[in-house]
């Protein structure tokens, strides 16, 4: 049984209950979660027919759901009974002061941007910003995408009708970061140390992905770059952003404008690197990164021969999720005070 479907039923109900603005509503969630048809209580059901091992761990964690969610609707009724106490003890006296409004403060992604950005500053990065529309070329095609290569398959990317350009192709709604690789490598020769941190556009929502999401993305291109000196970065930023007790370690995966490319891994920080129910073997991914392929440094406009640089990149949200344990992205954008007022 496939426990990432448990945990995102778990997100959906618990969404619910903190949306629910009735006793009503919330009678409704519980009923199509915990009643005799709900969806827990089906799990619950299969439970008998799996593996003794797959039994016990996946019998366990559906109850521990369960519970969450009797304790998330059993929370919810009391704050909207002390909300109805409260609307029914308001009177109104003209004789008292206004009041005053209250100070708002930054979002939690914008709270996150600024920390990343001072982290990278300290070690001479710049922080550049390029479109959110971009070219075909400049998102695909440059970075050793050709047109229906099956690399592009990862990104679910918006097209814009009837917009083109006979030098760099279609429009689309930028993908990923990684495009201002080649408009930074257009725009300045090296040394360059690149910081973009910017909105971009996939077709995907759940409860770890979005529409529209942050990403931040690094570029090294120097003479005599090499994977050391991306490791020594990857291991500053995570140490100053995750704490310094946090580890890292890089993969071997391949990405077609990184070569060679990796997956980077965080020690978890639940458990701290032991193993638990949420890391599984003790470690969590939050990114990729690599060396700079040498055929996107000659599209780029620079020398694969004299020069060799690094790259990374990485979802704002899911390292702000990870540094906070927040286990919803939709929470970030839902304008739901009870959760922003915690930053």
Not at 127 to 132: A, F, L, M, W
Not at 143 to 156: G, S, V
Request: proline fraction near 4%.
């Amino acid at each position: 049984m496939d426990l990432n479907k448990i945990q995102n039923l778990k997100n959906q109900a618990l969404s619910n209950i903190i949306e629910a603005k009735t006793k009503e509503e919330l009678e409704e969630i519980r009923i199509s979660f915990l009643g005799r048809k709900g969806e827990i209580t089906n799990l619950l059901k299969e439970v008998p027919k799996l593996d003794i091992e797959e039994r016990k761990e996946t019998g366990k964690f559906i109850n521990e759901v369960k519970k969450v969610i009797e304790e998330g609707i059993k929370r919810q009724i009391k704050s909207l009974s002390k909300e109805k106490e409260k609307e029914e003890e308001k009177w109104f006296d003209v004789s008292i002061p206004g009041k005053k409004l209250r100070f708002g403060h930054l979002h939690p992604l914008t709270l996150a941007s600024d920390e990343i950005r001072n982290i990278f500053r300290k070690i001479g990065f710049k922080q550049v910003s390029y479109p959110e529309i971009e070219w075909d070329w400049y998102a695909f095609e440059g970075l050793n995408m050709p047109k229906n290569h099956f690399a592009r398959d990862e990104w679910e990317t918006f097209f814009i009708k009837d917009l083109k350009n006979k030098k760099y192709g279609e429009a689309v709604l930028t993908p990923h970061t990684s495009s201002g690789q080649l408009r930074e490598m257009k725009k300045n020769k090296p040394p360059i140390r690149m910081l973009n941190i910017a909105k971009c556009y996939r077709r995907q929502i759940d409860a770890s992905h979005v529409p529209m999401f942050y990403q931040f993305e690094t570029l090294v291109i120097d003479k005599g770059v090499n994977i050391t000196h991306l490791k020594g970065t990857l291991d500053y930023f995570v140490k100053e952003y995750f704490g310094k007790a946090v580890k890292t370690r890089i993969r071997p995966f391949h990405f077609q404008f990184t070569e060679p490319s990796f997956e980077v891994d965080i020690s978890c920080l639940v458990c701290g690197g032991k193993g638990c129910k949420i890391c599984k073997e003790g470690w969590l991914e939050i990114g990729g990164a690599g060396m700079v392929h040498p055929q996107v440094l000659k599209n780029g406009g620079v020398d694969p021969e004299e020069y060799t640089g690094f790259a990374s990149g990485f979802g704002l949200e899911r390292v702000l999720m990870m540094k906070y344990g927040i286990d919803d992205i939709r929470l970030l954008f839902n304008n739901d005070f009870r959760f922003l007022n915690q930053f």
